[in-house]
């Protein structure tokens, strides 16, 4: 099965069986659907990169203190668990597409390991 990510402006494009999961540290108040915050960046470093935006110093703080410390296929698992049989998971958050985005980093290491992610376009 495969993982999609998205954003906030594109949910009511996303077909039917598609089960949006918020990723990011606050979903907009009218999102009343999944979460799942263990793939948040941490507040700290979310801010501090609003205010520099060092990408690089991002991805490392992301990696060392968000990716490295949950096992790719316990949170496929849950992922799955949330969204239930036969539905498609699609990871949310706010950036557009070509934006840097912590759900870019997600899609990238669950690839890595052997989960296959990319961005939602069009089934």
Known sequence: ???????????RKLPENAVP???????????TGLQYKK???KYDFFIKWKQDHDDEEYIRCFDAQVLDGLDPTKVFEELQSMAGPDMIIVLICYEKPGDFCHRHLVAKWLTKNSIPCEEYYEF
Do not use: E, H, Q
Not at 1 to 11: D, E, P, Q, R
Not at 21 to 31: E, L, N, Q, R, T
């Open 21 to 31: 999961i918020s990723i990011c540290g606050k979903a907009p108040d009218w999102y």
């Open 1 to 11: 099965m495969k993982i999609y990510t998205s954003y906030f402006a594109k949910l």
């Open 39 to 41: 793939l948040a960046p």
